[in-house]
């Protein structure tokens, strides 16, 4: 390769990885919640990537590819400490008290059937909802179901993808999941009540409190 | 063929799969055709993919400067090599 082919390459690479770079460094955090952690899981799917970018076959696809070498980085780095138990610091099975309110959903505590001229508690919900309040709802999410959920919601893998993945059953992908969504949900509404965001009205009251303990 | 009619327990319990696209063309066919009919599972329905598209939006993390560096050194290191 020329010096001039060289730079071209490293430009074409660069001018591909700098806008991706915020998400990049966004998804490492969720996944690993720690940001040497997630530096490091970048730098090693960039390096990763520069190093077998004659791999990449369709260019269009590099979003995806990067993308997918982030996931199996973190894989690969989530095993190793695994098995080294003085970092295995979060349990396969969560605690059955980090599955309280599995079933919750936000729907049923903000949804009124009739609008009301002021608005809703929906709109309320949505409009002093910030990046913050989601991010901190996903980082408390117990670590098996917080890496399903960003698989799935953030990079929108298929489940069957996810299983193979983590070398879990399709099944436990999906009660993963549908766990993950009840924990975050009730974590965002908890955020939202002690906020006061949410002044509760006769149509929350009304509807089912499933989920919530008094 | 007309889609089966589903109960709204039944759209409800297949809905993040309908909206993570697990189902196949005829049970979304029959999902949607649910949708289009019911205000209750609608409103379900949008409620779930609002928080979702703000959950995705989310995502993104201004990358620390010392991150943009190391990966500019990491690809020096590449180039004399
Ligand atoms: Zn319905």
Same mark, same amino acid.
């Given at each position: 390769m020329t010096e001039r082919d060289r730079r071209a390459r490293r430009a074409w690479f660069e001018g591909r990885l700098t806008p991706l770079l915020d998400r990049l460094y966004g998804t490492a955090l969720r996944l690993t919640r720690h940001p040497d952690d997630a530096e490091d899981i970048v730098a090693e799917a960039v390096a990763r990537a520069w190093r077998n970018l004659? =791999? &990449? @076959?369709?260019?269009? @696809?590099f979003e995806a590819w990067l993308f997918h070498i982030l996931t199996n980085v973190f894989i690969s780095e989530w095993r190793r400490r695994r098995s080294h138990p003085q970092h295995a610091? =979060? #349990?396969e099975t969560p605690a059955p008290? +980090? &599955?309280?309110? #599995?079933?919750?959903?936000l729907f049923q505590q903000l949804h009124q059937p009739f609008l009301l001229w002021w608005g809703s508690l929906e709109e309320q919900f949505f409009n002093s909802l910030l990046e913050q309040d989601l991010q901190r709802a996903l980082d408390d999410l117990p670590e098996p179901f917080r890496v399903v959920m960003v698989l799935v +919601? &953030?990079?929108?893998?298929r489940y069957a993808e996810v299983a193979r993945l983590l070398d879990i059953p399709l099944g436990t992908v999906r009660s993963r999941l549908n766990r993950a969504r009840g924990l975050l949900q009730k974590a965002l509404w908890e955020q939202a009540r002690d906020a006061g965001i &949410?002044?509760?009205g006769p149509a929350a009251e009304a509807s089912g409190t499933k989920g919530e303990s008094p | 063929m007309n889609p089966r009619e589903l109960s709204c327990e039944e759209v409800i319990a297949r809905l993040f799969d309908y909206l993570d696209r697990e189902l196949d063309d005829r049970q979304a066919a029959e999902i949607e055709h649910h949708l289009s009919r019911c205000r209750d599972c609608f409103s379900r329905s949008e409620f779930e993919k609002r928080l979702r598209a703000r959950l995705a939006d989310s995502a993104g993390q201004p990358a620390p400067p010392r991150l943009q560096r190391r990966i500019r050194r990491l690809l020096d290191g590449f180039d004399e090599a």
């Amino acid at each position: 390769m020329t010096e001039r082919d060289r730079r071209a390459r490293r430009a074409w690479f660069e001018g591909r990885l700098t806008p991706l770079l915020d998400r990049l460094y966004g998804t490492a955090l969720r996944l690993t919640r720690h940001p040497d952690d997630a530096e490091d899981i970048v730098a090693e799917a960039v390096a990763r990537a520069w190093r077998n970018l004659d =791999e &990449l @076959r369709d260019p269009e @696809r590099f979003e995806a590819w990067l993308f997918h070498i982030l996931t199996n980085v973190f894989i690969s780095e989530w095993r190793r400490r695994r098995s080294h138990p003085q970092h295995a610091t =979060e #349990a396969e099975t969560p605690a059955p008290d +980090e &599955l309280d309110g #599995a079933d919750f959903t936000l729907f049923q505590q903000l949804h009124q059937p009739f609008l009301l001229w002021w608005g809703s508690l929906e709109e309320q919900f949505f409009n002093s909802l910030l990046e913050q309040d989601l991010q901190r709802a996903l980082d408390d999410l117990p670590e098996p179901f917080r890496v399903v959920m960003v698989l799935v +919601e &953030l990079r929108g893998h298929r489940y069957a993808e996810v299983a193979r993945l983590l070398d879990i059953p399709l099944g436990t992908v999906r009660s993963r999941l549908n766990r993950a969504r009840g924990l975050l949900q009730k974590a965002l509404w908890e955020q939202a009540r002690d906020a006061g965001i &949410l002044s509760p009205g006769p149509a929350a009251e009304a509807s089912g409190t499933k989920g919530e303990s008094p | 063929m007309n889609p089966r009619e589903l109960s709204c327990e039944e759209v409800i319990a297949r809905l993040f799969d309908y909206l993570d696209r697990e189902l196949d063309d005829r049970q979304a066919a029959e999902i949607e055709h649910h949708l289009s009919r019911c205000r209750d599972c609608f409103s379900r329905s949008e409620f779930e993919k609002r928080l979702r598209a703000r959950l995705a939006d989310s995502a993104g993390q201004p990358a620390p400067p010392r991150l943009q560096r190391r990966i500019r050194r990491l690809l020096d290191g590449f180039d004399e090599a």
